[in-house]
């Protein structure tokens, strides 16, 4: 079965950089489109980004797009979340999550999650 | 965007109660609504997909119905485990943004 561990959370100041990063085991990676959902603390689920199989097609909410970048390195089975600009609403936990090939999919397999905290 | 209304957002309930959890979409999803369970400091855990279908592994007590715009999760036997938030999500095929429902805490009463 597969596993997923995101890495890369912290505290940062509005307006600055942090690059979260989730490791795929136990799948075939390249052939499943990868997700990043968010949390708040106290709120509901928040989907952020897709991404998929190959990396061509990727998509965002409208709050993060243009802030954020969703990647992946197939050679490394690793998924990506550079965010930029980052403002005090982008704190929350981020999880990693996959279902299969189709990027709108239910996500089976989620990672534990990292902590982002934007706070001056 | 496809809104999903989840009523009610807290529950109380006792061990060995029957509850329902609705979903109601803002357009037909089909089946292409999933349902998942949270307990507090944990990720999500998928327990039904397809509107119907029991996750691998989930207990059967757990089952989920409904098509086009209104659907709903039961458990038929509350367990202590089952004390949790519960979401669902819809996944129409090739239709971003994905999004979950607000969520509905099952407390104990």
């Known amino acids: 079965e597969g596993q997923l561990l995101e890495s890369g959370g912290g505290l940062v100041q509005p307006g600055g950089s942090l690059r979260l990063s989730c490791s795929a085991s136990?799948?075939?990676?390249?052939?499943?489109?990868m997700s990043w959902v968010r949390q708040a603390p106290g709120k509901g689920l928040e989907w952020v980004s897709s991404?998929?199989?190959?990396?061509?097609?990727?998509y965002y909410a409208h709050s993060v797009k243009g802030r954020f970048t969703i990647s992946r390195d197939n050679s490394k089975n690793t998924l990506y979340l550079q965010m930029n600009s980052l403002r005090a609403d982008d704190t929350a936990e981020y999880y990693c999550a996959t279902g299969g090939m189709a990027v709108a999919t239910s996500m089976d397999v989620w990672g534990q999650g990292t902590t982002v905290t934007v706070s001056s | 965007d496809i809104q999903l209304t989840q009523s009610p957002s807290t529950l109380s309930a006792s061990v060995g109660d029957r509850v329902t959890i609705s979903c109601r979409a803002s357009?037909?999803?089909?089946?292409?609504l999933a349902w998942y369970q949270q307990r507090p400091g944990k990720a999500p855990k998928l327990l039904i997909l397809?509107?119907?279908t029991l996750q691998r592994g989930v207990p059967s007590r757990f089952s989920g119905s409904g098509s086009e715009t209104d659907f709903s999760l039961t458990i038929s036997s509350l367990q202590p485990d089952d004390f949790a938030t519960y979401y669902c999500?819809?996944?129409?095929?090739?239709?971003?943004?994905?999004?979950f429902g607000g969520g509905t805490a099952v407390e104990i009463k």
């Open positions: 397809k509107a119907s």
């Open positions: 136990g799948l075939t990676f390249s052939s499943y489109a």
């Open positions: 991404i998929s199989g190959s990396g061509a097609s990727t």
């Open positions: 357009q037909s999803l089909s089946v292409w």
């Open positions: 999500q819809h996944y129409k095929s090739d239709s971003l943004p994905v999004t």
